[in-house]
C-alpha cells in the first residue's frame, strides 16, 4: 500500500481554491510548532486558531504555552488577521482517555487517544463556526507520526461532518523554518510534549545522556 503524500493533497486543495479563502480551524498545540504553519496557511486560508490541550500539566505549563500562542498571533505581521479561540482547560479529560495506558511510551496508544481527545473537540468547534476545513500543527513535529495525525482527524472531522485539511508540515523544511521563527520571536521552546507521562520520559532520557557523560 502506498503511503499517502499530505504535502500533495493539501498543494491539490490549495490549488482548488486559489480564487477564494476557506475558513480553517487550526488546532495549535504550541507557539513554535503554530509559527510556521500560520505563517504558510494564512496565504490561504481565514484562519481561527484554536487552543486545546488539556494534556499539558502543570497547570503553569499550560498557561505559559497558551500566552506564547497569543503573543505570536499579536506579534506576527501574517497573523493580522488570524482569529484565535481557547478551549477549556480540564486536565481530567486527559487523564480520563489516558486510563490504563500511562506507562505506554510517547508515541503509542496513550498519544492516539490523546489526538483523538483534542482533535474531536477541534472538529466540533471548527463546525459550530462554520469552518470549511479543520487541521492541526501537530504534524509538523519530527517525533508525530502524520499517518496517524491525519487518520485520526479525517475521522473525528468526518463525524462533524466538515472536510480535514491533510498536512505534513515538516515537508519542505516547515520544521527548520519553525527553529527559525522561534528564534525571530524569542518563543519559549518546551522540552517536552506537553503531558506529566512525556515530562516523566524526558527527564529520564536527560538522566540517561548525563549518566553517560
Known sequence: MNK???QKELDKIIEENKDKKPKLLLHSCCAPCSSYVLEYLS??????VFYFNPNIS???EYEKRVNEVKRLIKEMPACADVKFIEGRYEPSEFFECAKGLEADKEGGKRCLK???LRLGEAAEIAKSIGADYVCTTLTISPLKNAENLNRIGAEQAEKMGIKWLPSDFKKRNGYKRSIELSREYNLFRQNYCG???SKHEAAERIKGREDNI
Open 4 to 6: 499517502v503524500n499530505y
Open 43 to 48: 496565504r490561504y486560508f481565514d484562519i481561527t
Open 58 to 60: 502543570p497547570k503553569e
Open 114 to 116: 490523546c489526538f483523538e
Open 195 to 197: 503531558c506529566v507521562f
